[in-house]
């Protein structure tokens, strides 16, 4: 299994989003939500982004407000990884039109179900924007 979490925080450090492929305890979940947060917040534009915690591989990003944060096992392949925050943020910005903060908050249901297109039990299994918004663009034209 490669990833282990995703999770969107805004800048302020307020998690958006949480995906975990992984069980984790709620008590748990919070303390490792804090301590990453806390710790790729702090790092400046000049740093990688790549951070290791505890057992995991930290891989984020940053897009406007908001930072995306992969959390990953040690021998997963960083650049894959990134690309692959870079393919979810491409895909929210053709559904919601310049993705941001709101649009997660507004339609939280639509970004986890484009995860769950993306992401299978913590692999990757879709790659294709066309594929992963047709359900979306389905369910859209239904309601």
Known sequence: MGIRFILMVN????????QYYEWLTLEER????G????????RTEQQCSFV???????VYRRYASLFFLVGV?????????????HLLVETMDRHFGNVCELDIMFHLEKAHFMLEE???????????KSNILAPIQLMDKTS
């Open 11 to 18: 800048k302020q450090g307020q998690t958006r989003l949480a």
């Open 30 to 33: 919070r303390a490792l939500e």
């Open 35 to 42: 301590e990453i947060v806390r710790k790729c917040l702090a």
């Open 52 to 58: 290791e915690h505890r057992n995991y591989k930290i």
């Open 73 to 85: 096992d040690n021998d997963e392949n960083e650049l894959a990884i990134l690309e692959f925050i």
């Open 118 to 128: 993306m992401v299978m039990n913590g692999c990757v299994v879709e790659t294709s």
